[in-house]
T-cell receptor, first 113, second 113 residues
Framework: GDSVTQMEGPVTLSEEACLTINCTYTATGYPSLFWYVQYPGEGLQLLLKATKADDKGSNKGFEATYRKETTSFHLEKGSVQVSDSAVYFCALTSGGGADGLTFGKGTHLIIQP | KAGVTQTPRYLIKTRGQQVTLSCSPISGHRSVSWYQQTPGQGLQFLFEYFSETQRNKGNFPGRFSGRQFSNSRSEMNVSTLELGDSALYLC????????????FGPGTRLTVT
């Protein structure tokens, strides 16, 4: 079945540091890929998405590129802020939405001032 | 536009009891999915409803059930609660059955004692 693997952390960085959270996947067919973010006490918010190979999703300074050859969708940001502290989930769906999202375990990101 | 709402936000039940959780999707969204989030298993897909029909179900026992009403609101029910059912239950809505973009509610925190 489908699966997503991501570093679990916690990942601790200083403000303005560069961020990379690795995500690799196994899926049948051609999945759509997502990054979701969860702030303390809240539900998940869609951060960015990519629906086909070589697509780049971007939002709020975060970027991720759909790499079919390496089955990866790494999340990057050039300069993180304290407000970026949250748990980040990589996810995919390959069933048109009907099979639901398959999530990674989540990466807890802590940004120190 | 109002987001996905879930009620109640917090719930404490005793082992053996049953519980019903409610989800109101974003206006106009017809697909509702449910997920269970626990520290050990992470986020797992429970089931998805579209136009009052369950389209798919994750790997959960029959004690977990749901339904969707004509106004797209959805409920999930867990019977004969077990301690392991303690979790955050998240509801997500999307525009239609082929939509990949899911919008999550804040979740219902269920504690089974």
């Amino acid at each position: 079945g489908d699966s997503v693997t991501q570093m679990e952390g916690p990942v601790t960085l200083s403000e303005e540091a560069c961020l990379t959270i690795n995500c690799t996947y196994t899926a049948t067919g051609y999945p759509s890929l997502f990054w979701y973010v969860q702030y303390p006490g809240e539900g998940l918010q869609l951060l960015l998405k990519a629906t086909k190979a070589d697509d780049k999703g971007s939002n709020k300074g975060f970027e991720a590129t759909y790499r079919k050859e390496t089955t990866s969708f790494h999340l990057e940001k050039g300069s993180v802020q304290v407000s970026d502290s949250a748990v980040y989930f990589c996810a995919l769906t390959s069933g048109g939405g009907a099979d639901g999202l398959t999530f990674g375990k989540g990466t807890h990101l802590i940004i120190q001032p | 536009k109002a987001g996905v709402t879930q009620t109640p936000r917090y719930l404490i039940k005793t082992r053996g009891q049953q519980v019903t959780l409610s989800c109101s999707p974003i206006s106009g969204h017809r697909s509702v999915s449910w997920y269970q989030q626990t520290p050990g298993q992470g986020l797992q897909f429970l089931f998805e409803y579209f136009s009052e029909t369950q389209r798919n179900k994750g790997n959960f026992p029959g004690r977990f059930s749901g339904r969707q009403f004509s106004n797209s609101r959805s409920e999930m029910n867990v019977s004969t609660l077990e301690l392991g059912d303690s979790a955050l239950y998240l509801c997500a809505s999307s525009l239609n059955s082929l939509a990949y973009e899911q919008y999550f509610g804040p979740g219902t925190r269920l504690t089974v004692t």
